[in-house]
């Protein structure tokens, strides 16, 4: 593997100073990419906008046999992307292959999708006018991207982009390079013409800075924090820039009375622990309805207890390391103030050794609304329970919030699990299913968890610039 970065059609950085890529689970150095920066962007971006003219003139048919066999390339590299990521990230290996496939699917769709990029015809209000609605490919994008998704989030972006004609940019997490420059690797050999694909790696700060204030940029698509997206909007604004900010989430899990019980813990387990709770769609707080609040908490303890932990790269493990130490300060802090204001632990609330990157998955009951853990993501392994009477209160305690992302809904009854899902204020919402994402559905959020979507035919809209043509004839 090359470990550099990929611009213009030529793996360069040698000469740089680098920065280390950890292994979350032993804490060992397992690499080291180029340590880039401004410089390095505007050559990124300067490659990005002469290959454009190119790219965007091909047809979409054209586009879509490179996209085609980028897919296929994706699926022959499965193990070896696998591997990578769990070293990494410390995601469990069976998650790690399915994310591969998942990002994958992202390229598959896409290079579909490019076929069918309509415009419109338009009533006329005059016989000697004719007007259409054209719409063409918005120009060099750039790809932020998190290391909790470190394909999928780029293959979601590079996707659609590169279907519409535009061409792209990456700046991956500091965290995860790896995988991301494998994909580019990858790319190059599905045969994207030089400058197509660029990937940089080093300081977010310099190379952010570039990608949001150089004029060549037309889009900025980003995934990450909602912290980092705010400073995003404001460092866009001096060249109008558009963006698509796919950001944090705090999601409710509400399941009323009559939910079947063990669906309900299922998906609470498969919403909670997925990528050791490191999603921005995990279940956060879960909100159960007074009469089956013990025996949903019961079942649900005994279902945490059986999870297997360890390092990722053993295929038995549902659970990995944390991303790095200060993950793991972050989820002590939570778990320590829900309980000094009342919260108890049913099973688990320590991690192995001070060093360790590791946290016991947690269950805590009756917890509150004043508590951190109920309002700020923990991105860790611990499912806190709340109490609730009734649907409204519920509807409540799942709004108080200023995130909009996922919310989760487990109930039998059809009148009432439509008119909860119409009052709560999600984009995503699985009902009596904990793992709602799909490549052909609009990912995204409402409220500060976003703009824009991903995915589904929605996705690539967000790449394509429409042109309103009024034609005298
Ligand atoms: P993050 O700290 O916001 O970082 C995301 C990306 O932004 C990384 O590549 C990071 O680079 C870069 N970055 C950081 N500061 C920057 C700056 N000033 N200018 C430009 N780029 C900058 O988020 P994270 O910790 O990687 O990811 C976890 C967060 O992502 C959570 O909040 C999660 O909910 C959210 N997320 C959302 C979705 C969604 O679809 N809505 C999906 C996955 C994750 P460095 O790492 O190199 O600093």
Not at 191 to 217: A, H, M, Q
Not at 222 to 236: A, C, R
Not at 239 to 259: F, N, Q, R, Y
Not at 283 to 302: L, P, S
Request: hydrophobic share 40%; with cysteine.
């Amino acid at each position: 593997m090359k470990n550099l970065m990929y611009i213009n059609g030529e793996w360069i950085g040698k000469n740089l100073n680098t920065m280390n890529v950890v292994n979350p689970a032993t804490n060992e150095v397992i690499s080291n990419v180029p340590y880039g920066g401004a410089e390095e962007a505007r050559l990124a971006i300067e490659a990005a906008h002469d290959a454009f003219a190119s790219w965007s003139n091909l047809t979409a048919f054209d586009r879509t046999k490179i996209l085609r066999k980028y897919f296929d390339l994706i699926i022959e590299y499965e193990d070896e992307l696998a591997k990578l990521m769990t070293l990494e990230m410390g995601k469990p290996i069976t998650e790690a292959r399915g994310e591969v496939h998942y990002a994958a699917n992202y390229i598959e769709w896409y290079a579909e999708e490019g076929k069918r990029i309509y415009g419109e015809t338009i009533p006329t209000h005059h016989p000697d006018k004719r007007l259409q609605l054209w719409k063409k490919p918005i120009g060099v994008v750039a790809a932020i991207t998190p290391w909790n998704f470190p394909a999928a989030m780029l293959t979601r972006k590079m996707g659609p982009a590169l279907a519409a004609g535009c061409t792209v940019v990456i700046k991956p997490s500091r965290e995860t390079p790896l995988t991301a420059i494998k994909l580019v690797e990858i790319a190059e050999q599905a045969g994207f013409p030089k400058g197509v694909i660029n990937i940089v790696t080093g300081s977010s700060k310099e190379i952010g800075e570039i990608f949001l204030t150089d004029n060549r940029v037309k889009k900025v698509t980003f995934t990450g924090s909602t912290e980092v997206g705010k400073t995003l909007i404001k460092q866009s604004a001096s060249t109008v820039k558009k963006l698509s900010l796919e950001l944090g989430g705090h999601a409710p899990i509400i399941i009323l009375d009559d939910a079947d019980i063990d669906k309900a813990v299922q998906g609470s387990i498969a919403s909670k622990f997925r990528n050791t709770g490191q999603t921005c769609v995990c279940g956060n707080r879960i909100y159960v309805q007074a009469n089956i609040y013990d025996i949903f908490i019961d079942k649900f303890t005994n279902a945490v207890k059986q999870l297997q932990i360890g390092n990722g790269l053993d295929e038995n493990v549902q659970v990995g390391p944390l991303i790095n130490n200060d993950a793991v300060k972050k989820v002590i802090y939570h778990v320590e103030n829900a309980i000094e204001l009342g919260a108890t632990i049913t099973t688990g609330g320590q991690n192995p050794a001070e060093d360790s990157n590791f946290y016991i998955p947690t269950v805590i009951k009756d917890a509150t609304a004043d508590m951190i853990i109920m309002n700020e993501e923990t991105f860790g392994p611990v499912a806190p329970i709340q109490k609730f009477n009734t649907i409204e209160e519920a509807v409540t305690l799942a709004n108080d919030t200023p995130y909009g992302l996922a919310a989760y809904v487990f109930t039998e009854n059809i009148a009432k699990g439509t008119r909860l899902i119409e009052q709560i204020d999600y984009g995503i919402v699985g009902w009596n299913d904990g793992a709602p994402s799909a490549v052909q559905a609009p990912f995204g959020g409402m409220k500060e968890s976003g703009l824009g979507r991903e995915g589904g035919h929605q996705g690539i809209d967000e790449f394509l610039e429409m042109q309103y043509v009024s034609i005298g004839i």
